[in-house]
């Protein structure tokens, strides 16, 4: 399985923040946004990634992350030429996805619990179908949010945010999907916004009872960052969990060498490049520990 990590869009939301640099750019308390989604794609298991963003912002991410190598993987970069819909990465990289199974994340969203690696590996490991998960908000209307049969506890319908929510599940920025996915977004129409919708997609896989939906209930966190007050949100979530318990969260170095595509070296190599911060030195801690 392929990753995409979809980055692009203009961030107006945020103007002034991101009139000259991209908002998967931004800090989220110690760390870039995108590494992130980074992070949750290499939990899945999954080592080949292609960030789709502007033509502006490509060449920033590409300093931020370069080959992947850095990480244990191998990063490619396509452009998105204008915000027409989360749907349109599949088109974009069709010739990256290739005939396998395919999971996209979008850029700000940010994902935490003990379960997630479990969670997201037993996604990626669905041979046929599509994956996606949904998370109980207070404002539903912002997203796609999805209603469910009280007796079978399957998905009935997903609506693109509706003026009058049906339940308040809303279904989150990460998917995973097997191949169809890149016909089925080449043959959908824009939506009145104008944009191809990933809700469309999940609505075909839906008609043809393919669809499975995860409902990430207590014990799991998920954060998108589209406002001042959810990124402020997530960087004190963040830094409330890494100082309480001394580990970091969504660090691809640790990762890498957890799941051994790093080496300690690699580790303390980086570390090095890193300097005198705390991250490196977090570096140096996990490596000892590693080793120890």
């Known amino acids: 399985m392929r990753g995409i990590i979809l980055a692009g869009g203009n961030g107006t939301r945020l103007y002034p923040l991101t009139i000259a640099i991209s908002k998967q750019i931004l800090p989220v308390y110690d760390k870039p946004m995108v590494y992130y989604p980074l992070s949750v ?3 899945s298991g999954i080592r080949d990634i292609l960030i789709i963003s502007t033509a502006r912002d490509l060449p920033c991410f590409e300093a931020l992350l370069g080959d992947g190598s850095a990480f244990g993987l191998t990063l490619s970069y396509a452009e998105q030429p204008h915000p027409n819909g989360l749907a349109e990465a599949f088109i974009i990289g069709r010739s990256f996805i290739g005939s396998g199974n395919v999971a996209m994340i979008l850029g700000d969203n940010i994902f935490f619990g003990n379960g997630l690696p479990n969670v997201c590996r037993q996604a990626a490991s669905r041979e046929s179908g599509a994956c996606v998960f949904a998370y109980r908000v207070d404002d539903p209307e912002r997203y796609g949010v999805v209603t469910f049969d009280q007796r079978t506890g399957q ?4 609506e693109e945010k509706p003026l009058r929510p049906k339940s308040n599940w809303a279904v989150t920025g990460l998917y995973f999907y097997d191949n169809e996915v890149v016909d089925i977004a080449a043959s959908i129409q824009p939506s009145a916004r104008g944009e191809l ?3 469309t997609v999940n609505n075909i896989y839906l008609e043809r009872d393919r ?23 997530a960087s004190s979530f963040v830094r409330t969990v890494e100082r309480r318990q001394g580990v970091q969260i969504a660090c691809p170095e640790e990762i890498a060498l957890e799941m051994g595509w790093l ?30």
Do not use: N
Not at 155 to 158: L, N, P, T
């Open 263 to 292: 080496g300690p070296e690699d580790v303390l190599k980086r570390s090095r490049m890193l300097g005198s911060t705390p991250y490196a030195y977090y570096l140096r801690r996990r490596v000892e520990e590693h080793v120890g």
């Open 41 to 43: 794609l290499m939990l």
């Open 197 to 199: 919708e990933i809700t």
């Open 155 to 158: 998905a009935k319908s997903i």
């Open 211 to 233: 669809l499975h939906v995860c409902q990430l209930g207590r014990g799991f966190a998920w954060l998108d960052t589209g406002t001042y007050d959810s990124l402020h949100d």
